[in-house]
């Protein structure tokens, strides 16, 4: 029961231009969400979050939105850059219970 | 500089062997986790600790034993009754249990000799 969907296993896109990554959710108490970013043979790093309360979040170059309605959570990163290649993982929780993560995407930035 | 510390970065299990994975943290966090990464697959929950000497199982513990003797260390066994441990295994701390943001070691690839 995959809880946190990450419906495309990967993304490429062309430096500069935008990328969106989209995450499907089934728990509708889900109330904290977040990003993490991951290189190769390394640690996740925390990206960026939302609290249920909000429907949008940014930070620099990166922009969580919600869609509570829809149980759908996306994050645009504008404009992209090959640094930005690496596979990202979107993670939910209720309240202060455990995260539950999506399997990722693996976006690609090409020049 | 504050962070975790996993080792080995490899390790190679033979079968019937027991294999001690180790994660150290000087952030002087409460809560510490271990997380099993497969491909195609999103980060499971092996265990959890949310305070010294008690920890929780988490989704798929089976095959796996932890013990929190220190703030700081949480280290993992897989036993060898984890018939498919070939994983990445990830280690991760945060202040307390929660919706925290969780900072992660950078891990450890466990293959099956």
């Known amino acids: 029961d995959q809880q946190v969907k990450q419906n495309s296993p990967s993304l490429s896109v062309q430096e500069g231009r935008i990328s969106i990554l989209n995450c499907d959710y089934t728990?509708?108490?889900?109330?904290?969400f977040l990003w993490y970013k991951k290189y190769p043979a390394e640690g996740p790093t925390f990206l960026i979050s939302?609290?249920?309360?909000?429907d949008k979040n940014e930070d620099g170059r990166f922009t969580v939105f919600l869609n509570k309605s829809a149980k759908h959570l996306s994050l645009h990163i504008v404009p992209s850059q090959p640094g930005d290649s690496a596979v990202y993982f979107c993670a939910a929780a209720v309240g202060t219970d455990k995260l539950i993560f999506g399997t990722g995407t693996r976006l690609q930035v090409f020049p | 500089d504050g962070g975790i510390t996993q080792s080995p970065k490899y390790l190679f299990r033979k079968e019937g062997q027991n294999v001690t994975l180790s994660c150290e943290q000087n952030?002087?966090?409460?809560?510490m986790y271990w997380y099993r990464q497969d491909p195609g697959q999103g980060l499971r929950l092996i265990y959890y600790?949310?305070?010294?000497?008690?920890?929780q199982k988490g989704d798929i513990a089976e095959g796996y034993s932890v013990s929190r003797e220190k703030k700081e260390s949480f280290p993992l066994t897989v036993t060898s009754a984890q018939k498919n441990p070939t994983a990445f295994y990830l280690c991760?701390?945060?202040?307390?249990?929660?919706?925290?943001?969780?900072?992660f070691g950078s891990g450890t690839q466990l293959s099956v000799l």
């Open positions: 728990n509708s108490m889900f109330d904290y």
């Open positions: 939302i609290s249920s309360i909000k």
């Open positions: 991760a701390s945060s202040p307390r249990t929660g919706n925290e943001k969780l900072f």
């Open positions: 600790s949310q305070i010294v000497n008690d920890f």
């Open positions: 952030l002087n966090h409460d809560a």
